[in-house]
Antibody, heavy 119, light 108 residues
Framework: EVQLSESGGGLVQPGGSLRLSCAAS????????MSWVRQAPGEGLECVSA???????YYADSVKGRFTISRDNSKNTLYLQMNSLRAEDTAAYYC?????????????WGQGTLVTVSS | EIVLTQSPATLSLSPGERATLSCGAS???????LAWYQQKPGLAPRLLIY???SRATGIPDRFSGSGSGTDFTLTISRLEPEDFAVYYC?????????FGQGTKVEIK
């Protein structure tokens, strides 16, 4: 059974940093691209960042230069390092597994971790 | 960036009724790379439909997807109590992947 479990969210001041983790199990982690998707309170979904199994990454313009996605295939874990956080980064952050290589939808999602940026 | 526009924003229906949700794209979606997700309050989205019309594993056949190019539809043939939720479309044919703003299906 595929399981994704995020951790690392919390309350942080503007300008601060946070590192999110997503522990994966139930599939060959290194074979699949992964994404981080966020959802601001009461809002829709936004793809923030993605990374292939081999480590090629993508970032939304809204986080480029501030967020860094990475993965440790030996630990089956996905990360999102978030620096220079802003109030508008407040959201639930979900990790999501890509279903296939290349152009792909997300077939599994974690339960999410809440990030609140506030003074 | 492909902008997806979902309509209506809210759909008020009774259990047993048919729900028709629309998703329009600002540009043609490559290879019908369009998915539908269901989200209930406090939970993560769940994949319903991918490649415009393929049902995900375990999804009841009352859910169906159709469309191509710039116009896509999610149909729920007979609403069950557990189907009242928010539904999002997503295109993954072009980078960046984008989502529609969602359609809320509420109990009338």
């Amino acid at each position: 059974e595929v399981q994704l479990s995020e951790s690392g969210g919390g309350l942080v001041q503007p300008g601060g940093s946070l590192r999110l983790s997503c522990a994966a199990s139930g599939f060959t982690f290194s074979s699949y691209a992964m994404s981080w998707v966020r959802q601001a309170p009461g809002e829709g979904l936004e793809c923030v960042s993605a990374i292939t199994g081999s480590g090629t990454s993508y970032y939304a313009d809204s986080v480029k230069g501030r967020f860094t996605i990475s993965r440790d295939n030996s630990k089956n874990t996905l990360y999102l390092q978030m620096n220079s956080l802003r109030a508008e980064d407040t959201a639930a952050y979900y990790c999501a597994k890509h279903a296939v290589t290349g152009r792909s939808h997300f077939d599994y999602w974690g339960q999410g971790t809440l990030v609140t940026v506030s003074s | 960036e492909i902008v997806l526009t979902q309509s209506p924003a809210t759909l008020s229906l009774s259990p047993g009724e048919r729900a028709t949700l629309s998703c329009g794209a600002s540009q043609s979606v490559s290879s019908s790379n369009l998915a539908w997700y269901q989200q209930k309050p406090g939970l993560a989205p769940r994949l319903l439909i991918y490649d415009a019309s393929s049902r995900a594993t375990g999804i009841p056949d009352r859910f169906s997807g159709s469309g191509s190019g710039t116009d896509f539809t999610l149909t729920i043939s007979r609403l069950e109590p557990e189907d009242f939720a928010v539904y999002y479309c997503q295109q993954y044919g072009s980078s960046p992947r984008t989502f529609g703003q969602g359609t809320k299906v509420e109990i009338k």
